[in-house]
């Protein structure tokens, strides 16, 4: 079945260091991809999605490509912030309808000043 | 005014017991989803209902029953409770189906259901 393989965490960096977090994914089609964060002691939010090959998600300094060939959709920001510290989830979805939105097992991020 | 709203935050409890949380969606949405969140962070859905209908039923145990009286309303009620069904719930809703469509899932902040 289709899953979602994140690497895994805590990462722990610097404010205003370089952020990377990988994903990739296996999956029967063409998924849509999606990274949600979670902040403590809340819920998950979306962050940015792809629907197609080489689509990029971006918001909030974040952006994921979707790559097609890799089967990846890692998670990039050039300049980490203190806020930034979170749980980070990689999702898809099938393009079946009635299939639910899978997850990665999350990624700890903490940011340090 | 919250999106999904979870009730309770907070639910402590002994073996054996039967509890319900309750959640409620104010977007208007079709769907509605539970999932639970282990202790290591991994999400999984249980169920997902659509217009009242349930469309999504993973392999949970029978214990858990979920019901939904209108579209925007869904609850959780889990019988004889176990020391693993310790972990949080989280309700979400979308404006379509999963799969269908590709809209974001909004999220209630969660349940921590702790068993004793």
């Known amino acids: 079945g289709d899953s979602v393989t994140q690497m895994e965490g805590p990462v722990t960096l610097s404010e205003e260091a370089f952020l990377t977090i990988n994903c990739t994914y296996t999956a029967t089609g063409y998924p849509s991809l999606f990274w949600y964060v979670q902040y403590p002691g809340e819920g998950l939010q979306l962050l940015l999605k792809a629907t197609k090959a080489d689509d990029k998600g971006s918001n909030k300094g974040f952006e994921a490509t979707y790559r097609k060939e890799t089967t990846s959709f890692h998670l990039e920001k050039g300049s980490v912030q203190v806020s930034d510290s979170a749980v980070y989830f990689c999702?898809?979805?099938?393009?079946?309808?009635?299939?639910?939105?899978?997850f990665g097992k999350g990624t700890t991020l903490s940011v340090s000043s | 005014d919250t999106a999904v709203s979870q009730t309770p935050k907070y639910l402590v409890t002994q073996m054996g017991n039967d509890k319900s949380i309750k959640c409620e969606q104010n977007?208007?949405?079709?769907?509605m989803y539970w999932y639970k969140q282990d202790s290591k962070k991994f999400l999984k859905i249980m169920f997902s209902?659509?217009?009242?209908?349930?469309?999504i039923n993973e392999t949970v145990p029978n214990r858990f029953s979920p019901k939904s009286p209108d579209k925007a309303h869904l609850n959780l009620h889990i019988n004889s409770l176990e020391l693993g069904d310790s972990a949080v719930y989280f309700c979400a809703s979308s404006q379509g189906i999963m799969g269908a469509t590709n809209e974001k899932l909004f999220f209630g902040s969660g349940t921590q259901l702790s068993v004793l």
């Open positions: 999702a898809l979805s099938g393009n079946q309808a009635g299939t639910a939105l899978i």
């Open positions: 977007l208007g949405h079709d769907t």
């Open positions: 209902y659509n217009n009242k209908e349930l469309i």
